[in-house]
């Protein structure tokens, strides 16, 4: 959603498109608190500041 706003994408987003391989267990989520807690870390930006920074990054790399 965000990506697609930052970069006025008409692009249509499918998820389940693809075939599931016979070892995927359809949906997997990170438990983040054992991450913070284990290593004393946190993210620098919020999931909107990160697209838009990826969004920028990638622009930047078709100027070069």
Not at 32 to 59: C, L, N
Request: glycine share 6%; aromatic share 14%; charged share 30%.
């Amino acid at each position: 959603k965000y990506t697609l706003q930052l970069t006025s994408s008409k692009s249509v987003v499918k998820w389940r498109g693809a075939k599931a391989a016979a070892y995927d267990k359809g949906c997997q989520e990170a438990n983040m608190g054992k991450t913070y807690s284990a290593f004393k870390w946190r993210p620098r930006y919020d999931i909107e500041a990160g697209i838009k920074r990826m969004v920028e990054w990638f622009a930047s790399l078709e100027k070069e």
